[in-house]
């Protein structure tokens, strides 16, 4: 009986990793941080290179917000915090 219970709660925690690993990083556009603010913030907190950076900083001035990562929550929180600190608005779906 007891190795069915272990079945079952490995399977729940499979599963909720498997949900958990597609979520986003999403950035918002604001009227108050510079383009070279938001650059410089998603080089150094999500390591995108210069290029991907200010293409997605371009997204976000224009649609209003962009995907700028994607993973795991726990891979995205502490990015997902770094924008914050930075002054910058960011939730993670």
Same mark, same amino acid.
């Given at each position: ?5 272990? !079945? !079952? ?39 995108? !290179?210069?290029?991907?950076? !200010? ?39």
């Amino acid at each position: 009986m007891s190795w069915q219970l272990e !079945e !079952e709660e490995l399977t729940e925690v499979l599963e909720k990793e498997k949900e958990d690993e597609g979520r986003i990083l999403v950035v918002f556009n604001d009227e108050v941080n510079t383009f070279d603010h938001v650059i410089d913030t998603l080089i150094k907190v999500c390591k995108h !290179e210069r290029e991907q950076a !200010e293409q997605c900083t371009h997204i976000i001035h224009n649609n209003g917000k962009c995907k700028v990562k994607e993973g795991a929550y726990d891979f995205l929180k502490p990015m997902k915090e770094g924008i914050l600190d930075a002054g910058i608005s960011a939730v993670i779906n």
